[in-house]
């Protein structure tokens, strides 16, 4: 085995175990009722922490997966650092501009920010069983 596909496997590996940490993590977070600011910014903290993290796994593990001479994995690990990146960049700029509203008691913001924590835990769910289902893919002889 090269050395990166190795490096790439353990990205891939870091990628998959933050991804259930962040699907697990994120989830008891649902009973928060997102009516005071600071539960707007703990959420909002954990999932910039989430996109960070997986943003900087998937980009290794794309790199060393091109490397290695595997394009499709490298194509799968860069398509999954860019959809992080576009969440990241769509849902925390939304998330901290609720988190005003919801300061002021907003009731339509309180509610628009639970919608989006349970979307940002939707799509990363179906991260977790993309990175699962590649991983049962090339498992296969």
Same mark, same amino acid.
């Given at each position: 085995?090269?050395?990166?596909?190795?490096?790439?496997?353990?990205?891939?590996?870091?990628?998959?175990?933050?991804?259930?940490?962040?699907?697990?993590?994120?989830?008891?977070?649902?009973?928060?009722?997102?009516?005071?600011?600071?539960?707007?910014?703990?959420?909002?903290?954990?999932?910039?922490?989430?996109?960070?993290?997986?943003?900087?796994?998937?980009?290794?593990? #794309?790199?060393?997966? &091109?490397?290695? +001479? @595997?394009?499709?994995?490298? /194509?799968?690990?860069?398509? *999954?650092?860019? %959809?992080?990146?576009?969440?990241?960049?769509?849902?925390?700029?939304?998330?901290?501009?609720?988190?005003?509203?919801?300061?002021?008691?907003? #009731?339509?913001?309180? &509610?628009?920010? +639970? @919608?989006?924590?349970?979307? /940002?835990?939707?799509?990363? *769910?179906?991260? %977790?069983?993309?990175?699962?289902?590649?991983?049962?893919?090339?498992?296969?002889?």
């Amino acid at each position: 085995m090269s050395a990166a596909l190795f490096i790439a496997l353990c990205c891939t590996g870091a990628l998959l175990l933050t991804t259930a940490y962040f699907v697990m993590g994120s989830i008891p977070l649902l009973i928060l009722k997102h009516d005071v600011p600071m539960d707007a910014r703990f959420v909002r903290g954990f999932f910039n922490t989430y996109y960070l993290a997986a943003m900087g796994t998937a980009g290794v593990a #794309a790199l060393s997966y &091109a490397v290695a +001479g @595997r394009p499709v994995f490298a /194509a799968g690990a860069a398509a *999954l650092a860019g %959809l992080t990146a576009l969440l990241r960049r769509k849902v925390i700029p939304t998330m901290d501009r609720l988190r005003i509203e919801i300061g002021d008691q907003c #009731a339509s913001a309180i &509610a628009t920010f +639970g @919608r989006i924590h349970v979307t /940002a835990i939707l799509m990363n *769910l179906v991260q %977790l069983v993309v990175i699962v289902w590649s991983l049962i893919v090339a498992a296969r002889p």
